[in-house]
């Protein structure tokens, strides 16, 4: 302000010495008049030029530098945008941060106006419903989801519960659920959210079959126990009755036995640390327990037949051995031997059951089984590893099993990065190999000299 005053009593001075130079009293009387209204014009020139920026300027075209009341005023209004256009910045960062984190969520989300219409979708959205995040923009939700549950979900505006439905992508060899539920906020808007619940429903359809099979593979056995005990309780037996009961009686108990043992053994191969590879386990150890227990296991199956199972295993290595793998050994034992001991269960009598151990180009090794018996048909074997799951349950039955066997031997070989194939036709037999990784399993010292298989 002082600077204004200034330089217009400058402007007034300067107007009258001119003035009175040229004219005297009247001259110095127009010359200040003149200077004031030269003053006058030049300000409110400059006055113009601030209000054409504010109208239509921007931060980077600014008007030349000005002092006085109007440079004053277009700094303090240039420092304020500068400030205001710094916070709209951070706040448009955030937003892209806050759309970012929204993308990156393992749900789909859905932003709805007060109409329905689609104002943004994430990727997971997109994926769920079969979405266009640029072409479905602003289109009708209603009309783009089409499925009657959500379709009537969605008129009854009581959004308290969510609706389960199928996902775009989803086929009758590989289902897909989700779950929407839509919550209203704002002025009418509405935001909703998608999750594929596939795996929770398949977790829970499990929980079910499994208890379903638990309960059922202990009520049969125990249904015979109590009617033998009732038996021996009511009535008068002889000797070779009472001798043949009670050996029912303990085929059945150890058959409960054998699942409570079979379903703690996974209990413990879920909760255990999985095995480092600081510890070695002979393989010709590991293939001489497999033999005792399988050959075992087919002289009680088959006491009572003419024929016996013709059994083949890798023939006793010279001190340097077969190699050695990594892991724990009673699990390793207890997937091998429960290989050999399932196809000694389901081969016939007359039939052979071969077992080899090979090492692979790359390092890694096969173990396998192979067996003469019934073979498998291909649809049945996907789920084979599954808990309870059999093909034939009266063979089962018959010969012992549980079920639970392929189980165990799926969750020790994942513990020790091993693969199991199954390879198994109708009338063709089966052959089961499990490959462990060149980090699982180190060869013997001479590995030229390599035992082969013989007759045992």
């Not at 920026?53 to 921007?58: E, T, V």
């Amino acid at each position: 302000m002082a600077w204004r005053i200034l330089v217009f009593s400058l402007s007034q001075v300067l107007g009258l010495l001119l003035g009175w130079w040229y004219g005297g009293a009247w001259g110095a009387a127009v010359g200040g008049a003149l200077a004031g209204w030269c003053w006058f014009a030049a300000d409110l020139g400059r006055g113009l030029r601030v209000l054409r920026w504010f109208r239509h300027g921007d931060l980077d075209a600014l008007p030349q530098p000005m002092h006085g009341l109007w440079g004053q005023a277009l700094d303090r209004v240039r420092r304020l945008l500068r400030a205001q256009q710094l916070q709209i910045q951070e706040r448009e960062s955030q937003l892209d941060d806050i759309f970012a984190a929204l993308q990156a969520s393992p749900n789909g989300l859905v932003l709805l106006d007060s109409e329905g219409h689609i104002e943004w979708c994430n990727q997971i959205a997109c994926a769920h419903f079969g979405f266009d995040a640029e072409r479905d923009r602003m289109q009708l939700l209603g009309n783009l989801v089409r499925d009657p549950d959500f379709t009537a979900y969605l008129a009854s505006k009581d959004y308290a519960h969510g609706v389960v439905l199928q996902g775009r992508s989803s086929t009758p060899s590989r289902p897909v659920r989700l779950s929407v539920h839509i919550y209203p906020h704002g002025q009418g808007r509405k935001l909703m959210l998608s999750r594929d619940i596939t795996a929770l429903e398949q977790a829970e359809a499990m929980r079910r079959d499994f208890v379903a099979n638990v309960s059922h593979e202990i009520r049969t056995p125990l249904t015979v126990l109590t009617g033998f005990v009732e038996t021996l309780q009511t009535l008068k037996l002889s000797p070779e009755e009472n001798e043949r009961y009670l050996a029912l009686m303990a085929q059945q108990a150890m058959r409960m036995q054998n699942v409570v043992q079979g379903l703690l053994t996974l209990s413990r191969l879920e909760d255990s640390p999985w095995p480092g590879k600081g510890e070695w386990v002979s393989v010709q150890r590991l293939l001489e327990q497999c033999a005792d227990e399988g050959r075992a296991l087919s002289q009680l199956l088959t006491r009572n037949q003419s024929q016996h199972h013709t059994m083949v295993f890798p023939l006793p290595a010279p001190a340097e051995g077969l190699g050695e793998i990594a892991g724990i050994q009673s699990e390793l034992l207890s997937a091998l031997s429960n290989l050999v001991a399932n196809a000694v269960r389901y081969t016939p009598a007359s039939g052979s059951i071969t077992v080899k151990w090979r090492w692979l180009d790359d390092g890694g090794a096969v173990f396998s089984v192979q067996d003469t018996g019934p073979g498998i048909d291909p649809k049945h074997v996907p789920r084979l590893t599954e808990r309870f799951y059999r093909v034939d349950h009266s063979r089962s039955r018959e010969t012992g099993g549980t079920g639970l066997g392929l189980s165990i031997v799926k969750h020790v070989l994942q513990r020790h990065d091993a693969v199991l194939e199954i390879d198994s036709k109708p009338g063709r037999g089966s052959t089961f190999s499990v490959h462990f990784p060149a980090s699982r399993v180190r060869k013997p010292h001479n590995a030229l000299a390599m035992p082969t298989p013989g007759a045992g």
